[in-house]
Structures are given as C-alpha cells and as structure tokens.
T-cell receptor, first 113, second 112 residues
C-alpha cells in the first residue's frame, strides 16, 4: 500500500527565504504527483502536477521536482512571502488516475513578516 | 474549465439524522469521482470511489452502509452520511477525474 511522507511537518521562516519541502513515497509505480496548498478551513488549491515521465514543473516562484526511482519529490519556494503561509500537501496518483490520490500529512508553513 | 462544486459548504445537524452532500462537475463529464475525508489537523483520506452507473468502491474501514454513495449521472455524485454521530464530524471533499483530479471546495459537517 502506498504511503506518502512529508518532511518537515512544520516550518517557520522569515520572509524572503528560499525553502524546500520534501515528499517521499514508498511505491514508485505512480502515474503522477501533485502539490496542493490548503489554507485553514478551506479546500485544496492545486499548485503543480508532475506526470511520472517528467522530472520537474515550474509555476512562478514554485518549482517541483520528481525522482520516481528514489520515491522523492521536492517543492521549492523562492523568495517566500507571508501570503505563502499555508499547509502544503503532496499527493500521488496511480493507474492513470483511476485510483484516488494518496496524500501526505502536509507541511504547515509559516512565513514571518 | 474543470470546475467541481459541492453543496452544501457547511452543515450542522443533530445526532441520528442523515445528511446528503452533492458533488458536481460543472463543465465536464466524469465517470469517476472520489470522496475524501479530513479530520482536524490530519491529511485527506480516500473514503470511496464513485463510478457512474455502478456501485461505489469503498476503502478498507469505511462502512458502505453508513456512507451511501450514488453516482446517478456523469456530472453528479452524492454522499449520504446516514444516522450521523459526532464522530462523523469532519471535512468532506470530492474530486472528479479528468485525467487528473479536480477537487471541490469541500463540505464541513458538524454533528451535535
């Protein structure tokens, strides 16, 4: 059974810093991997989607990489801002999207002004 | 495009009542939808896979008789929490499959 682990569980840094969030998964036979943002009491905002054949995806200040063989992904946030404060969730999908996603427990990020 | 809605966004009910939550794909058809549950300070856990025109597939530990799922059309799946109890209070969120999954905004259920 797939298991997804995110490290660290929580992170607090001053604004302006570049930071890296880590995600690992136990079964490398994935279809894709997604990074989401969740604000308190809210739903999910999809940030980046990486297909299993891809190595990375970029959107603005965000860059996500995928090393499928080692079961790892990282989310890089450049020049962090207080508005980036949220919980970041990593999720992996299998079987062409026919299966539900397996989520990690998330990294709770606080960017100090 | 690829918008998923959920209704209601928030519901408070008394213990023992049943609550129905709707999940709609607004601008696409989805033969498969998924239902997740998120307890406070926990991650999302897949509850069941909803398949249009057939029975839902439930994850281990999820009671199918308590969480009734109906996927009657290609744009609508419903989750009914039957005889709800306080321990069912949670954030329920659905997604629809269009190659990748698109999530609804979630429904917060509070059972008193």
């Amino acid at each position: 059974k797939q298991e997804v682990t995110q490290i660290p569980a929580a992170l607090s840094v001053p604004e302006g810093e570049n930071l890296v969030l880590n995600c690992s998964f136990t079964d490398s036979a994935i279809y894709n991997l997604q990074w989401f943002r969740q604000d308190p009491g809210k739903g999910l905002t999809s940030l980046l989607l990486i297909q299993s054949s891809q190595r990375e995806q970029t959107s603005g200040r965000l860059n996500a990489s995928l090393d499928k063989s080692s079961g790892r992904s990282t989310l890089y946030i450049a020049a962090s801002q207080p508005g980036d404060s949220a919980t970041y969730l990593c999720a992996v999908g299998a079987r062409g999207g026919a299966d539900g996603l397996t989520f990690g427990k998330g990294t709770h990020l606080i960017i100090q002004p | 495009g690829a918008v998923v809605s959920q209704h209601p966004s928030r519901v408070i009910c008394k213990s023992g009542t049943s609550v129905k939550i709707e999940c709609r794909s607004l601008d696409f058809q989805a033969t498969t939808m998924f239902w997740y549950r998120q307890f406070p300070k926990q991650s999302l856990m897949l509850m069941a896979t909803s398949n249009e025109g057939s029975k839902a597939t439930y994850e281990q530990g999820v009671e199918k008789d308590k969480f009734l799922i109906n996927h009657a059309s290609l744009t609508l799946s419903t989750l009914t929490v039957t005889s709800a109890h306080p321990e069912d209070s949670s954030f329920y969120i659905c997604s629809a499959n269009l190659g990748t999954q698109y999530f609804g905004p979630g429904t917060r259920l509070l059972v008193l």
